[in-house]
């Protein structure tokens, strides 16, 4: 068998330990493997590379992907270049399917998030024999306990949090890091418990301005002139919107979020008297090798991709549940968020330990047990 692998959507450390896993995998099988470039591009572009043993020694520690991803690339509404052009998009996935039949193939493995695997199950359904297999730092995917990446991303804002203490102390200040994460706190939650964090802002906890305010005064009034608050970039306050930074057209979300924290420093600057400042970390968080963790997690999911290739399983996405790799059909997998629970034991955690989510009700309940 031939088989070609892509990585499609945002990057995150680990896609390379999974192309690895699927290649070292595949050829143990006596397969022939190629990878296409940019996403789907390459796969309606026809344009990929072959990768043998060599090609993936050693990439195991390497971020980003080695084989290029794209975020707007959809054979079924397809834009040439320059992005954001005023061509309008087409539908090219016959000129996929014919790619994919001329190169001989007999599956494609479509690394990805949500959009990514979307386009795969559209695949699958018009007759593409297609593996899924999982990945975003926000670690929001309700089909697998975990994905590989963000483990990576927690320890690159853990480490922000550790940072910002000691200057944040030195001189008296609020200072905020933003994490990513879209519309899951994952990160913005780990790393607030890991971190220490005295405030922790979420998508899935809208917050009251004036709980913020309070959490730090209440600080204060206990000798601690300092407060660290880290804010997902999909936090919002309850009655208000979220912060949009971009749009980015033919995106499969096109929202791209980021800012909120400025709007809390100014806040909190003019209630408190205290000096705040910002940090948003954004890209940092994808950058750099994926963690001991997510290595093994990865591999693992390449290993489980080329068995259910080996026993044509098509259509399904591997995912990792109760401490063992397993597979979900990719059309229950998409489109379905898993998010942070409110009144989740490790919200409870965090506020056992006294930190905040600036939401004095969502305190409440937390108390009485919930
Ligand atoms: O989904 C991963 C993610 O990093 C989000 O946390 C973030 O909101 C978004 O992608 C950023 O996208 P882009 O790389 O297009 O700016």
């Not at 971190?195 to 305010?213: M, Q, S």
Request: hydrophobic share 40%; with cysteine; net charge positive.
């Amino acid at each position: 068998m031939k088989i070609g692998i892509l990585t499609g959507g945002g990057d995150c450390p680990g896609l390379n330990a999974v192309v690895r896993g699927v290649t070292k995998s595949a050829l143990r099988f006596g397969w022939e493997v190629i990878g296409f470039r940019d996403g789907y591009r390459g796969l309606v572009e026809k344009d990929f590379v072959e990768l043998g043993d060599r090609d993936v020694s050693g990439i195991i520690i390497r971020g980003g992907t080695i084989l290029g991803t794209s975020n707007t690339a959809n054979p079924f509404a397809y834009t040439l270049p320059p992005l954001g052009s005023a061509e309008k998009s087409r539908d090219l996935s016959k000129l996929a399917f014919k790619n994919f039949k001329d190169l001989g193939l007999g599956a494609l493995v479509a690394i990805g998030g949500d959009g990514t695997l979307t386009m795969a199950q559209q695949l699958y359904k018009r007759g593409m024999p297609v593996i899924g297999v999982p990945k975003t730092i926000d670690n929001d995917l309700s089909a697998t306990d975990v994905t590989f990446g963000f483990d990576s991303a927690l320890k690159v804002a853990t480490e922000a949090v550790d940072r910002v203490h000691t200057t944040a102390e030195s001189h008296n200040r609020v200072m905020i890091v933003e994490t990513m994460g879209r519309y899951a706190g994952w990160i913005a939650l780990r790393a607030g418990i890991a971190g220490g964090g005295d405030i922790i802002l979420l998508p899935e906890i809208p917050y009251r301005a004036e709980d913020i305010v309070a959490a730090v005064l209440e600080r204060k009034r206990h000798g601690k002139k300092f407060s660290i608050i880290v804010a997902a970039e999909g936090a919002r306050p309850e009655k208000g919107e979220l912060t949009v930074t971009k749009v980015v057209k033919g995106s499969p979300d096109p929202l791209r979020l980021g800012g909120v924290s400025y709007k809390i420093a100014e806040l909190l600057e003019g209630k408190t008297g205290l000096e705040s400042r910002v940090v948003v970390l954004g890209h940092v968080q994808r950058g750099g090798e994926p963690t001991p963790f997510d290595r093994w997690l990865a591999t693992g999911f390449g290993v489980k991709a080329a068995e259910l290739l080996a026993k044509k399983q098509f259509g399904q996405m591997v995912s990792f549940r109760d401490f063992g790799f397993t597979s979900v059909s990719i059309a229950e997998a998409v489109g379905k968020l898993r998010r942070v629970s409110p009144k989740s034991q490790e919200v409870r955690t965090a506020q056992a330990v006294g930190t905040s989510f600036g939401n004095s009700r969502i305190a409440k309940r937390g108390e009485n047990g919930h």
